[in-house]
């Protein structure tokens, strides 16, 4: 589309959002066409989440939305005006301690580049709040939503499996996933 | 097996040590180019060729130059320089340069055309449409093959073949003609991509008054790219300066200086404002460099009882639309043939290497370089003898690797291997996928299986002299520096980034083994060509261990002396007397701890009074000799004959870098070579249809492995110390890349041989995999 389509004037459009973001309230104007993934990184300054693809593959940008893991790059900022997001910046404690998903990270060389890690940090905090007692096929199905080039997920899947044993948290479902196919 | 000590401990190398890059990267704290605008920046899209071959008529910024938000629009003619051209000296090679936007012709879908600044990364997209690109079409060259029928790409040339070199051994055809058997095969391979999950990004500020240009980049040969831009800018080389923190990921992709990187620069200097540009994942898969492409023809010959006697080769890269600039269209065809024998004993090679220009993304280094391609073809050719021959494949294998009463080994194409354990990584691999066990064909469960070996060599840690008998001599050699605060903490500076390596982990590892002092305790110092010690080559060729941890075990030393005459001072005996432990200074008069002997040559008057140097700064230069890695990779697929699916189910890497630095980084780089070596088997493919345009063009469609397409791979390490490198060290970054491919086809092939289906081209698609059916 070209800038002077009366579309794209009304895509440029500023529109201001109120949000939470990490538990603190936050108030961008972006433009209706910007995603949320561009919102966080250039209007709060959140450049932890990353952006890869720009079509929903490799997973780099996701973030949790009301408490789903979301790609941040396939939503419009505009959709989440009054919503609770939170991002890789916002899992460590106050404290700045490592989150126990964090930590199974580096014990576990889950991470080589980083540019991916927070996105399947996001995920993986998403999958580890809903369920207990993962076993690796099925995290190794979850984690097949994100592209990584450098580790090849052996250590993903270690730091994954780990971290459910030591994330101290309420159950909320040991029900397994269906069994993969082969 | 290295044993895994306790990093607290033991700080020296070979622990397990956890990454101090990890605290910042898990936080969403790292700095990659796009994370760090600079101030007031403007944002770069390209106007981007879509047409693989096509004379530009005539470029109409008009509508898009007076879009609102629109600060400029440029093309070829507003911005003269040099272009950049092939660095490397080889007889033969025919260079052609390459523009940062092309001018007159475009060769290659993706090609810059011309360059929109604007005030948003958005607006310059849309005005990018508006930017109105008159074509003549040319007729696209796409099969390497016939490349030399069609009209050359540039007027530089007489044939679109910009290389041609032929190399035998003198007994060559004798052994030939005197063999019991001749097996040959035609292998091809396809294009590939690094694709890192950062694309290619570059910011350029330039200060007219200081008449300097700052650049941030993510790259991996910061003294390289700045090099480069000084070059086609006619600047000079200290007015450029080239920074780079967090890069997310390389795999040779960022070693070139890209003619985007330069037309950023030029913009920057001639709009008088710092200028950005971040790639999208289109512009990394269709524009980026690419590698891997090959045809392959071998013929071995072999005694009634097995054993090699000769090799020969026929190899043609397709080297895409340039002789690239600070790659080469050497890299793929020109290596995989010095690397023909790899761990096998062969006493003759002859080969013929062609490279040749075509209307594709130019080719740049990609993990394994031209090896992979090498051999991937060899040990599909060792199988296929195997069978021929009724030999189990690992048993020819073992009769034909290099033994240890071998080592030093030099084969026939130049290469001496200073040391490794090619037999028993061999056994080791084989036995951990129980390869003796695993019957070729039909399984019980309806899949066909098939088992892989595959035994390499890595020529790595590349100084000057690992270059020359791979390639082609250029300088690769690296300075460091090491320096002591008076509180002991050490800061080590070098001129590598790492993309992922983990290098201030290792790096600082290096450092603490001879100053004994805690890792934790050294910071690593890169990033800064302006404040970096010179790495003429950057991060690339598996290169950082050797050659800056060589030179770093020297610079160390050196501050060690230095450490030693302060001590002897201090406790009034020869400095002679003093040896490290614990991070203290010991002599059997007593001891100092590093913090206070440091900050005595910093503050105490009398040490000033009695040395007359008393600073804690020592640098080294380092350009090692070559050294050779080895090992082996080994899988068992299970192949769906009704589909075509592939399933890889076991999987091994026993891996032989010398001395092991960290042994958890050395996993996580097998385990990420082994991952990439079966995206390159399998599923990914960078190919370009007969008209020239490009197959793949997004992560819909060029498929990277994900964590359900691989096994659990068993790793092992053996340490086979390198003889002459400093510390032993050897590099190991590429290994996995290099075998995998091939460990994968063989196995395929194994597995589909009783249906009579042959592999010979990697990746291999599903459907050349489905039995036929009887109809």
Redesign the interface.
């Known amino acids: 589309?070209?800038?002077?389509d009366p579309l794209?004037r009304r895509a440029?459009d500023p529109v201001t959002v109120t949000l939470t973001v990490n538990d603190r309230p936050a108030r961008i104007t972006v433009?209706t066409?910007?995603s949320l993934a561009d919102a966080l990184?250039e209007e709060l300054g959140?450049?932890?989440?990353?952006?890869?693809?720009?079509?929903g593959?490799?997973g780099?940008c996701t973030v949790e939305v009301d408490g789903e893991a979301v790609r941040a790059c396939l939503l419009l900022a505009v959709q989440v005006e009054g919503a609770e997001v939170r991002?890789?910046?916002g899992?460590?404690a106050p404290d700045?301690r490592?989150h126990p998903v964090?930590q199974a990270?580096?014990?576990h060389?889950a991470?080589?580049?980083?540019?991916?890690?927070?996105g399947l940090?996001m995920t993986v905090h998403r999958l580890l709040a809903e369920r207990q007692g993962v076993d690796?096929a099925e995290?190794?199905?979850v984690?097949?939503?994100?592209?990584?080039?450098?580790?090849?997920?052996?250590?993903?899947?270690d730091a994954v499996l780990h971290a459910d044993r030591t994330w101290d948290r309420p159950v909320v479902s040991t029900d397994s996933l269906p069994p993969?196919q082969? | 097996m290295i044993s895994v000590r306790d990093a607290d401990a033991n700080p020296s190398l070979g622990a397990r040590l956890?990454?101090f890059?990890?605290?910042?990267?898990?936080?969403?704290?790292?700095a990659?180019t796009?994370?760090v605008p600079p101030p007031n920046c403007l944002h770069v899209a390209f106007v981007r060729s879509p047409h693989p071959h096509a004379l530009i008529e005539d470029v109409d910024v008009g509508r898009a130059g007076s879009?609102?938000?629109v600060v400029s629009v440029l093309t070829a003619a507003d911005l003269p320089h040099v272009p950049l051209v092939d660095a490397v000296a080889v007889p033969g090679l025919v260079k052609t340069p390459q523009s940062a936007l092309a001018g007159e012709r475009v060769r290659f879908v993706g090609e810059a055309v011309a360059v929109v600044l604007a005030e948003s990364r958005?607006?310059a997209e849309?005005?990018a449409?508006?930017v109105e690109v008159r074509y003549t079409a040319l007729p696209p060259v796409v099969d390497p093959e016939t490349a030399t029928t069609l009209p050359p790409l540039d007027p530089v040339l007489t044939s679109n073949e910009v290389y041609h070199g032929e190399r035998a051994t003198p007994g060559l055809e004798e052994a030939f003609a005197a063999a019991d058997h001749v097996v040959s095969g035609r292998f091809t391979t396809g294009r590939l991509t690094?694709?890192?999950?950062?694309?290619r990004a570059c910011s350029a500020t330039f200060d007219p008054v200081a008449g300097t240009m700052t650049v941030r980049c993510s790259t991996q040969s910061p003294h390289l790219l700045q090099r480069k831009i000084a070059c086609c800018l006619g600047m000079d080389l200290v007015a450029v300066r080239v920074l780079v923190d967090?890069?997310?990921?390389g795999?040779g992709q960022k070693i070139p200086a890209s003619p985007e990187e330069i037309a950023v620069a030029l913009a920057a200097r001639a709009v008088g404002r710092p200028v950005l540009w971040v790639e999208?994942?289109r512009e990394n898969i269709v524009a980026g460099p690419q590698g891997k492409e090959q045809r392959v023809e071998l013929a071995l010959a072999l005694d009634a009882d097995g054993t090699f006697r000769a090799l020969r080769c026929d190899v043609l890269g397709d080297a895409g639309a340039y002789s690239f600039n600070s790659a080469s269209a050497l890299i793929e065809a020109y290596l995989a043939a010095g690397l023909l024998p790899g761990a096998y004993r062969i006493p003759e090679t002859g080969w013929r290497v062609r490279s040749v220009l075509t209307t594709k993304a130019p080719i740049a280094p990609y993990r394994g370089v031209g090896w992979t391609s090498g051999h991937t073809a060899r040990e599909l050719l060792i199988d296929r003898a195997a069978r021929l021959l009724g030999r189990d494949p690992v048993d020819l294998r073992r009769q034909n690797l290099v033994r240890p009463g071998d080592l030093p080994y030099t084969t026939p194409t130049g290469m001496t291997y200073d040391s490794g354990s090619h037999l028993a990584t061999l056994e080791r691999a084989a036995k951990l996928v129980d390869a003796a066990n695993v019957v070729p064909g039909p399984t019980a469960d309806g899949y066909y299986r098939g088992v892989g070996i595959s035994p390499y060599v890595e020529p790595s840690g590349w100084g000057s002299a690992g270059a020359g008998e791979s390639s082609w001599s250029f300088a690769s050699h690296d300075s460091v520096r090491v320096e002591m605060a008076a509180s002991g903490a050490v800061t080590a500076v070098v001129g590598t980034p790492s993309?992922?390596?983990?290098h201030t982990t290792s790096l600082a590892q290096v450092v603490a083994s001879v100053l004994t002092c805690d890792p934790r305790r050294v910071r690593v110092v890169t990033g800064d060509s302006a404040s970096t010690p010179l790495s003429t080559a950057g991060t690339r060729a598996s290169r950082v261990a050797t050659v800056i941890g060589g030179a770093l075990l020297l610079a160390s030393e050196r501050l060690a002396a230095k450490l030693a005459l302060v001590a002897g001072h201090l406790l009034g005996i020869d400095p002679g007397e003093i040896s490290f432990r614990d991070g203290r200074a010991v002599a059997p008069a007593g001891s100092l701890g590093l913090a206070e002997i440091a900050t005595a040559a910093v503050a105490d008057p009398a040490v000033r009074a009695a040395l007359p140097e008393p600073d804690l700064t020592a640098t080294a230069f380092y350009d090692p000799p070559a050294t050779y890695s080895n090992g082996c990779v080994a899988v068992v697929v299970d192949v769906d004959a009704g589909t075509g699916r592939v399933?890889v189910v076991d999987a091994a890497v026993v891996e032989d870098c010398g001395t092991v630095i960290n042994p958890?980084?050395v996993?996580?780089q097998t385990?990420?070579?082994?991952?990439?070596g079966v995206g390159a088997a399998l599923y990914e493919d960078a190919g370009y249809g007969g008209d020239g345009s490009p197959h793949a063009t997004?992560?819909?469609d060029y498929l990277?492995p994900?964590?359900?397409?691989?096994p659990?791979?068993a790793l092992e390490h053996r340490e086979s110390p390198a003889p002459h490198t400093r510390g032993g060290i050897k590099g190991m970054g590429e290994s996995a890349m290099i075998a995998t491919p091939g460990a994968v086809a063989c196995a395929v092939a194994a597995a589909v041989a009783p249906l009579g289906i042959t592999v010979t081209h990697t990746p291999i698609r599903p459907h050349e995999l489905v039995a036929p059916t009887a109809d």
Do not use: K, N, W
Not at chain 1, 111 to 118: E, R, S, V
Not at chain 1, 145 to 150: A, P, Y
Not at chain 2, 246 to 249: M, R
Not at chain 2, 499 to 502: A, I, K, T, V, W
């Open positions: 589309m070209l800038p002077d794209v440029a433009e066409r910007t990184r959140l450049t932890g989440t990353h952006v890869a693809c720009e079509q593959v490799c780099a991002t890789v910046e899992l460590a700045e490592l964090q990270f580096t014990d060389h991470l080589q580049c980083g540019f991916c890690t927070p940090l690796e995290v190794r199905t984690v097949s939503g994100h592209l990584c080039r450098c580790t090849g997920y052996q250590g993903i899947v993969r082969r | 956890p990454r890059e990890d605290a910042r990267l898990l936080r969403g704290r790292g990659f796009a994370d879009a609102p938000g958005a607006l849309d005005v449409e508006l690094a694709a890192p999950m950062e694309g967090d890069v997310g990921g795999f999208d994942r993309q992922g390596q983990g399933d958890m980084i996993d996580g385990l990420g070579a082994f991952a990439q997004t992560f819909g990277l994900t964590a359900r397409c691989l659990r791979v």
